[in-house]
């Protein structure tokens, strides 16, 4: 079922205002109001507790790069590639129009290379992934997008923004809200598409520029998944290859070592469950950490990160929910050593250390906000962080604002 996972689109767009009057004469309207500046694009330092126009602690504005650079209107997904051969960092954002691609090897002086634009139609939900130095790129309610697949080799030596085209597009499947990759295994692992009942689309990327079906796991229609080769303390799954899904009512640990038969380990939920969003294992793969992108709106409270211990993958236990120090919606969240990194919509981007996960217990060590007007309950603001480039520069997409090019001094 997909029909929750459209409520955020008349946010994401902008809410339709009535603006009409009733009849007869009255007083002469007052003047609109004059747009807001421009916000910073940076650099700037945080300094007690600003970035420019940004509340922020601990976290600096390298450089923001804006939609309109793009020729975008709305931002979503975010992803990241370093090539290999010359070490240069890129920045993959997603909007409704396309995929934008900027080297930010110098974050103050990041390179606008260019669009690839959607397959078919324009849409708030894009999601990209990367392996063997090729991206790959699917689109919700678009029709038959499919995965277009993009050699990101592509990119070296260009100095100025160009239109590219896909070098191939696996259509085995329309629309899909989302895809992850295991690059240790070589297999995608589409979701929510139309097709395998929403749930995992498994494609064999061996070759990756001609990808391969490679089996379904229909068992539920997944929101997000996250696909390791588990080495965590479990020792009857050491080896296997097993599946973290968010699939929006509840969350299932799947093996799906074997594609031809892949099956449900087991299957739960938690407290005041509204849409199991996506989430992220700890690194050792001890303790699974969850945004529900719904239960600020239906429960209210502040922004909450549920901690689940799968120290014993067949019987996986609720260790709590951290609660942060904003209101706003989250949506995605990541993993890098001892930190969480959460894109947190209208808070912006929240850096939260694992301080006791059999507790659930976080600490916010550090925060950058990217909508400086409020951190209300929505569906604007940041909508991904990428925080695995080697440099330690942290990429953020922003529905409004576009790209922040981030750093987080030691």
Not at 51 to 76: K, M, Q, V, Y
Not at 88 to 108: C, H, K, N, R
Not at 147 to 164: C, H, K, N, S
Request: with cysteine; net charge negative.
């Amino acid at each position: 079922m997909r029909i929750r996972a459209t409520i955020p689109i008349l946010s994401f767009f902008g809410a339709l205002t009535a603006a009409c009057g009733g009849g007869g004469a009255g007083p002469a309207a007052a003047p609109p109001p004059p747009p807001p500046a421009p916000l910073s694009t940076g650099p700037d330092t945080c300094i007690g507790g600003f970035a420019a126009d940004f509340a922020c602690a601990g976290i600096d504005l390298e450089r923001r790069l804006p939609l309109a650079t793009f020729g975008g209107s709305a931002g979503n997904d975010i992803w990241g590639w370093v090539d290999p051969d010359t070490g240069s960092e890129y920045a993959l954002l997603g909007m409704s129009s396309g995929t934008a691609f900027i080297d930010v090897s110098m974050p103050q002086l990041a390179i606008n290379l260019g669009l690839l634009r959607t397959q078919t139609a324009i849409t708030p939900w894009r999601d990209i992934k990367v392996h063997a130095n090729h991206a790959y790129i699917v689109a919700d309610n678009a029709g038959q997008h499919g995965m277009q697949i993009f050699d990101l080799t592509r990119l070296r030596g260009v100095m100025a923004p160009r239109e590219y085209q896909p070098d191939a597009v696996y259509s085995d499947f329309g629309s899909a809200h989302n895809i992850a990759i295991n690059e240790e295994t070589e297999f995608a692992y589409v979701v929510g598409s139309d097709t395998c009942a929403g749930g995992l689309h498994m494609i064999d990327l061996t070759t990756p520029i001609n990808p391969t079906f490679a089996g379904c796991h229909a068992s539920a229609d997944a929101h997000d998944t996250q696909c390791v080769v588990y080495a965590g303390p479990d020792p009857d799954h050491t080896g296997r290859e097993i599946c973290f899904s968010s699939n929006e009512d509840h969350i299932e640990i799947a093996d799906v070592t074997d594609k031809s038969s892949p099956f449900t380990v087991a299957t739960f939920s938690y407290p005041d469950l509204s849409f199991a969003h996506q989430g992220w294992l700890a690194e050792d793969q001890a303790y699974f950490l969850l945004g529900d992108e719904l239960d600020e709106t239906d429960f209210g409270g502040p922004t909450r990160t549920h901690v689940f211990d799968v120290g014993d993958l067949d019987n996986p236990g609720y260790a709590g929910a951290h609660e942060g120090t904003a209101t706003s919606t989250d949506h995605n969240l990541y993993v890098r050593g001892n930190l969480v990194f959460e894109a947190n919509y209208r808070s912006g981007l929240r850096v939260l250390e694992l301080t006791n996960l059999a507790t659930a217990e976080l600490t916010e060590i550090a925060f950058f906000d990217t909508v400086p007007s409020n951190d209300d309950v929505d569906f604007v603001g940041a909508w991904s962080v990428y925080p695995y480039l080697p440099s330690g520069t942290i990429i953020v997409s922003d529905t409004l604002s576009g790209l922040f090019i981030l750093s987080m001094p030691p």
